[in-house]
């Protein structure tokens, strides 16, 4: 197990500007501006980014299932995405209790657009937190061994059944970095993530992520990960 913590980041005011639409003919209006610099510096402050992952070999894919140290994962997506992988990294990530809590606060204190706002800002710094991860995993874990690494993907996303998060759960300790699951498969603290990359020799691993594969023409999920730059834009 492996645990990444103390981890630094920064968020580009603009990029959450456009998330929330402001962007082209749609200028954001000062107030609003002057608003996300506000929720930015309080992001900052309360977030607490961790990681935690594990690795494995990878026992077999095919037929729309992936075999890993005793458990299976199903999806043809998956399947897709994980092409060419002979290990795999699992892992939970997290901004902590902390943001919960600090929404949680205004919410209860009626300033329902400063918890919104806190709240976008959240889900920004956790996808800013994922190119941090990668860059580390790729460094560490895939080019001393001139290996590639693979788009991440993780229950609940494209096809994959968010109850497998349950299995996913028993192959890393979530609980060393706070999280934990509910009965219906979703994280506390609620900005963190799960899922799983493959690692494989660079001329057989997929370099498709699940974005690529989905046939969805509208998701705000991939639009963000657009602006953020961590998939490339799809032709329509």
């Known amino acids: 197990?492996?645990?990444?913590?103390?981890?630094?980041?920064?968020?580009?005011?603009?990029?959450?500007?456009?998330?929330?639409g402001y962007q082209g003919a749609r200028p954001a209006p000062k107030r609003i501006v002057s608003a996300a610099h506000e929720a930015k510096e309080l992001c900052l402050e309360v977030i607490e980014p961790r990681y935690v992952y594990e690795i494995y070999e990878i026992s077999s894919i095919g037929s729309g299932v992936l075999s890993l140290n005793g458990a299976k994962f199903h999806g043809k997506v998956l399947q897709k995405v994980m092409k060419g992988s002979t290990r795999a990294v699992i892992f939970v990530a997290t901004m902590g209790k902390r943001l919960d809590d600090e929404i949680e606060r205004l919410t209860k204190d009626g300033d329902t657009f400063s918890a919104v706002m806190l709240d976008t800002f959240g889900s920004v710094a956790l996808g800013v937190t994922a190119v941090d991860f990668y860059s580390t995993i790729a460094q560490n874990e895939a080019t001393p061994d001139g290996y590639r690494l693979t788009h991440s993907f993780g229950p609940g996303e494209c096809q994959w059944d968010i109850r497998e998060q349950k299995t996913l759960f028993t192959l890393v300790d979530a609980d060393s970095i706070g999280v934990t699951?509910?009965?219906?498969?979703?994280?506390?603290?609620?900005?963190?993530?799960?899922?799983?990359?493959?690692?494989?020799?660079?001329?057989?691993v997929s370099t498709k992520s699940a974005c690529d594969l989905c046939d969805s023409k509208t998701c705000s999920g991939r639009d963000m990960l657009q602006i953020l730059g961590i998939v490339e834009a799809q032709s329509q």
């Open 1 to 20: 197990m492996t645990v990444l913590s103390e981890i630094k980041i920064d968020i580009n005011v603009d990029d959450v500007l456009k998330i929330m």
């Open 181 to 204: 699951l509910t009965n219906t498969c979703l994280m506390i603290p609620k900005k963190s993530r799960s899922g799983i990359m493959g690692l494989g020799p660079t001329d057989q």
